[in-house]
């Protein structure tokens, strides 16, 4: 399986009680040993999600078992699925069709002889993005990642709000258009209406091709219908947009601010910050936050 990144930042004999953060998305596997915000050693490489179910299993494990050492306590780790917390058991997993009921939890904590915490991939994000991604005084954050899929992450009242089954902020599920949400706000937007694919479009864009800058001013408005039910239904006072595809904000952020002159209450949007994440760790710290 070929590794596309991997370092040591801050190797200190003395970290106690290290935690490692697994991000498992829809094609790529980070895994980190991390020291409250800061990052010891990480890896990140692509994967292969439709294999067997324990061929994934068997690449989370040797991703972690990389960064293994004696001050690690624990693993978290974040999915892209709706996920049983409490008993770590992994349902109809995005991306990955072998699991449909993966116990990861008791199979990694098997492995491991550690304690394994689990959630959801957008709700690892937002965690991180909460506590180490400098928004002051904030209490109210919604967390959009926009990548294979589109993900929505909440923090309410200063706490991760995951709904009673973890799958509060599922909205990409909507429908909308000829299909739903996710399809027209994450790079299933390239490949399903342009026949193409987020790095081609973005490299285009980049060369200030027409073409794609154009696709950009469609994705933004599109964006800012899903932008707008977050508004709606939680009126956070920041949203965060993360994921692979806001690497290309700067070409759809002035369509999209342009499409929300039209949300019935200006005064709320007005009142909502709009950013950029600035950390691409946030999702493997936010998986091990679930141990704070």
């Not at 890896?43 to 324990?54: F, G, I, M, P, W």
């Amino acid at each position: 399986m070929p590794t596309f990144s991997s370092n040591n930042i801050s190797e200190n004999k003395n970290l106690m009680n290290s935690i490692i953060g697994v991000d498992l998305g829809g094609t790529k596997l980070h895994v980190a040993r991390t020291q409250g915000a800061q990052i010891a050693s990480q890896s990140r490489q692509l994967y292969d999600a439709n294999a067997s179910a324990e061929a994934v299993l068997q690449t989370i494990i040797e991703g972690i078992e990389r960064h293994l050492s004696p001050e690690v306590k624990g693993i978290g780790i974040g999915v892209p699925s709706v996920v049983d917390p409490h008993r770590g058991i992994v349902y109809e997993a995005a991306n990955i069709p072998a699991w449909r009921e993966m116990h990861l939890k008791d199979r990694l904590e098997s492995h491991f002889n550690l304690p394994v915490k689990i959630n959801n991939d957008v709700n690892c994000f937002s965690l991180g993005e909460y506590h180490y991604g400098n928004w002051q005084n904030t209490q109210d954050m919604v967390c959009i990642s926009l990548g294979t899929g589109m993900g929505v992450g909440l923090i309410l009242a200063g706490k991760l709000y995951t709904g009673q089954t973890c799958g509060a902020g599922e909205l990409g599920e909507l429908p909308y258009g000829d299909s739903k949400l996710e399809n027209y706000c994450s790079g299933q937007f390239f490949s399903r209406y342009y026949n193409s694919n987020g790095t081609d479009v973005f490299n285009r864009a980049t060369q200030g091709d027409a073409a794609a800058l154009e696709i950009y001013n469609t994705f933004g408005e599109h964006l800012a219908h899903a932008l707008s039910t977050v508004l709606l239904a939680y009126n956070p006072q920041i949203v965060v947009i993360g994921g692979s595809v806001s690497y290309a904000y700067d070409f759809f952020i002035d369509s999209l601010h342009k499409s929300m002159q039209t949300f019935p209450f200006q005064s709320v949007w007005q009142a909502t910050r709009l950013v950029k994440s600035q950390n691409p760790n946030s999702p493997v710290l936010g998986a091990a936050a679930l141990f704070q």
